[in-house]
């Protein structure tokens, strides 16, 4: 694909992966993953399975724009990637989503997801709520169309334990976001207007990322830029289709 100057642009202005020790101290899991545990969020308490894990700070950069409307999905159909503990689907619910799609690869997510949105959004009328476990979209029904996704993917770019839990949660790297844009493209998941809010650090590869996103045709754009002030730099990024569509356009 040949790049405009924006996205040349884009490519350049990110930051490469901080050094490997660096990234490895920073992701080091925390010693009571495989436990029952608990997170506290805008006043709502989400009991955490062993094995699931506990949102980050970087997940609350999300959780508070999808509940404060800068995500918005009020009348929209939304889908929730990694849904982990389910705040991003709860968020959605009490906002008012048409529908919300609870995705994650991890059964044990998928099933605390679905007990927090039951809990704390409960039965709404104008809200279809659908659980899913799911490599990235692989068990989605052909039919959805979405105005809305968010993901906040396991990119970190190194390898920073042999436990599978903690791979699938942290360092699986961007070769994932390849499968994710390429099916958001290949079966035109977005609907017109429909945006990708994807989020990452100088911990993963990010213009590696964007690349994968620019090679399926995506327009990301940086929505959001956060300094820890600790060398790590998070961006938010929207992602569009902005590319006419050849046939099959529901």
């Given at each position: ?56 700070w970087t997940s609350r950069l ?7 409307g800068r995500i918005e999905t ?147 754009r940086v929505d959001h830029l ?25």
């Amino acid at each position: 694909m040949d790049l405009t100057t924006t996205d040349s642009a884009l490519l350049e202005q990110l930051p490469p992966p901080l050094p490997a020790d660096r990234i490895i101290a920073l992701n080091q899991p925390k010693a009571d993953l495989h436990t029952t545990r608990s997170h506290e969020w805008n006043g709502w308490t989400f009991d955490v399975p062993p094995g699931v894990f506990v949102p980050g700070w970087t997940s609350r950069l999300i959780h508070e724009r999808l509940l404060d409307g800068r995500i918005e999905t009020r009348g929209r159909r939304y889908a929730a990637m990694g849904v982990g503990l389910g705040v991003e689907a709860v968020a959605a619910g009490l906002r008012g989503a048409t529908e919300i799609h609870a995705i994650d690869v991890h059964p044990p997510s998928v099933a605390a997801a679905t007990r927090h949105y039951r809990r704390l959004v409960g039965e709404r009328p104008d809200t279809a709520f659908h659980p899913l476990v799911s490599d990235v979209f692989d068990a989605l029904p052909d039919e959805v169309r979405l105005d809305v996704v968010t993901f906040n993917p396991p990119a970190v770019s190194q390898t920073v334990s042999d436990d599978p839990d903690v791979v699938r949660n942290v360092c699986v790297g961007a070769p994932l976001l390849a499968k994710f844009f390429a099916q958001i493209v290949e079966r035109d998941l977005l609907a017109p207007d429909g945006e990708i809010y994807l989020i990452a650090s100088n911990t993963a590869d990010l213009r590696a990322i964007v690349r994968h996103a620019l090679d399926h045709g995506l327009s990301p754009r940086v929505d959001h830029l956060h300094d820890w002030r600790d060398g790590v730099l998070t961006f938010l990024f929207r992602i569009t289709h902005d590319t006419p569509r050849t046939g099959g356009q529901r």
